[in-house]
């Protein structure tokens, strides 16, 4: 077998593979001879059908087989011939295949770049420095009273923080429009839950209340059929509710598992939740900079055909979280999910290269801490700790996430750590700070 190779670019690769004739007509001669004795041709007893007869009745179907067979296998050889390892499936393109003439094609594809970690001394690294006061955890416990808040009738003018429950049909032009109408919709004011042009004008509407209101559809909105435009709704208002928050006591502790110890022992159980959260929040905070870090001091080629496959199963993950994979919905485009898939893979190709140069071998007690810390946030941790012992794929990418902490643990031991003094809300809520 003759196999060359060329360079296109820094990571693309020709190879025109030659496979010689015997070998495919001696595999085609093979797989005749064995027909001889199984197949059933009338006019012939089994097992004397004779190999000319045979191989004009299956000569074409067994060569084509052999030759797709071979181009395979040949690909793979040539690969290994030339110690080569291909990033992503190869553009085969034949240039014989012709009965008694030598195989040839061409293979193109893309090779994975040679990776040298940079040094990574002297990057700064911010690790967030937090104290849990009492009142984050009072925070938090007024958060669960509007969980379970009830909502009462009033006979007023609604404003912030109401519930106000309405009729609407909409019109465009005069037209009614697919999705513009429904009955009995709540809708809390100031939770922005409604298109924002909608919602401004329902502070003030009484029970009853029966008005028309122009709306202004932003130009991105996701309907293409309302996108920048103005649509008119006819409103029927019919309640304006308030919230009624449950007393802080005994039985609104029991609401939330606590059967014994009352309120202080629901703020213990909120404060030590509110530590893990916090704990998971301080790691990926560090390790998001640590990344950010990589990035910036290794520049990686990333072979096109990866980042492809990576952004078809970004793609792939976000479809199906929202319940867009039905036949016919339309496909999100690629360029939405180009930008995290060139950082995912770029940063797999340095946190790859890493491993291997350092020999970095996943630590099972890590990966034993890590699973008892997040089973710990469940209400039957051991089940989760059984359904993880209990399932290989699971506990491959707990293995994995584990290992890429340790390739983050060791880039830090490089790199200038300082504390950064910080809230509990800013650390939990970075987009509010990044705001403020």
């Given amino acids: 077998m003759q196999v060359s190779v060329e360079s296109l670019s820094n990571l693309e690769r020709r190879m025109t593979v030659q496979v010689p004739a015997e070998r495919i007509q001696e595999e085609v001669d093979r797989r005749l001879k064995s027909l001889v004795k199984r197949v059933r041709i009338d006019g012939f007893r089994p097992g004397k059908v004779p190999l000319k007869v045979v191989q ?24 290994a011939q030339e110690r080569i390892i291909p990033a992503g499936t190869p553009d085969i393109e034949p240039q014989s295949m012709e009965a008694g003439q030598p195989l040839e094609y061409v293979a193109t594809f893309e090779v994975f770049p040679e990776v040298q970690p940079a040094d990574m001394s002297g990057a700064q690294i911010k690790r967030p420095q937090v104290e ?35 009729d609407f049909k909409g019109t465009l032009d005069g037209e009614p429009f697919e999705g513009g109408e429904a009955e009995d919709v709540p809708i809390e004011l100031g939770q922005g839950r409604m298109i924002k042009d909608f919602e401004d004008q329902l502070p003030g509407v009484t029970p009853g209340e029966e008005k028309t209101i122009e709306v202004n559809f932003p130009e991105d909105y996701p309907a293409e059929h309302l996108a920048g435009r103005t649509a008119e709704f006819a409103l029927t208002v019919k309640k304006v509710q308030e919230a009624s928050l449950p007393e802080l006591n005994d039985e609104f502790a ?15 159980e909120v404060k030590n939740n509110m530590s893990r959260e916090m704990g998971q929040a301080v790691k990926a905070r560090v390790k998001d900079q640590v990344m950010d870090a990589l990035l910036e001091r290794n520049s990686v080629d990333l072979p096109s055909a990866i980042v492809q496959e990576e952004i078809n199963r970004l793609r792939e993950q976000t479809q199906s979280r929202y319940g867009m994979n039905q036949e016919g919905a339309p496909q999100l485009p690629d360029e939405q999910f180009k930008a995290d898939a060139e950082r995912r893979v770029g940063l797999g190709l340095v946190i790859r290269e890493i491993v291997r140069q350092h020999d970095i071998k996943v ?74």
């Fill in 56 to 79: 004009k009745r299956y000569g074409e179907g067994v060569y084509q087989e052999v030759l797709g067979e071979i181009l395979q296998s040949s690909y793979q050889e040539a690969l």
């Fill in 363 to 436: 630590d099972q007690d890590k990966v034993t801490a890590e699973l008892e810390a997040m089973a710990a946030g469940y209400e039957d941790p051991q089940q989760v700790i059984s359904y993880y012992r209990g399932n290989k794929q699971a506990m491959s990418g707990l293995e994995a996430m584990v290992l890429e902490q340790q390739v983050v643990e060791w880039v830090l031991a490089q790199c200038e750590v300082s504390d950064e003094p910080m809230s509990f809300d800013a650390l939990m809520n970075p987009s509010q700070e990044n705001q403020a």
């Fill in 132 to 166: 849990i006061t009492e009142a984050d955890v009072d925070k938090v416990i007024e958060s669960l009273r509007k969980q379970r808040r009830e909502w009462v009738d009033v006979e007023r003018p609604a404003a912030e923080g109401d519930q106000v429950v309405v």
């Fill in 254 to 268: 029991k609401a939330f598992g606590v059967e014994e110890g009352g309120m202080e022992k629901l703020r213990e």
